[in-house]
């Protein structure tokens, strides 16, 4: 943990020793909560490559809810290895509902998705020709 004084000198300033953030003088720990939150999110990646558990072995292990384990397989950050066929209990495709083991959109809608975004950033009005290079003259 780094102490300075502040510009009086009479008050401590803390900063949290991984990442060098400010802490309030009476926050009582060395790392601040973004730092452990990431530590955390860390601890349960390298927790689920080296066991084969579920969201609530994994969420009992380390004291956390399964609604943030799930919420960070939603988001992609973390999958499970999904050997006996079976996928974590309510995370599924936004759009289709399919289950799914890791994200919120499956290989199928995410895939549509993306022609979608495609198509209306370069699409024209419905009966509309298109020019290539309509521009130049």
Known sequence: MI???NRFGDSEIKSCKQCGRRLHPKY???ICPAC?????FNEVKDYIRKNDVNESQVADHFGISNAKVRAW????????????GKTVS???????????DFGNLCSECRHLQGLEVVAKRYGEEEGQM???????T
């Open 73 to 84: 397989i939603r988001d992609g950050r973390i999958q499970y290895k999904n050997t006996d």
């Open 28 to 30: 009582n720990k060395d």
């Open 36 to 40: 452990m939150e990431m530590n955390l």
């Open 130 to 136: 298109r020019f290539i290079n309509k521009d130049k």
């Open 3 to 5: 102490v300075d004084r």
């Open 90 to 100: 309510q995370v599924y495709c936004q759009i289709c509902g399919k289950p799914l």
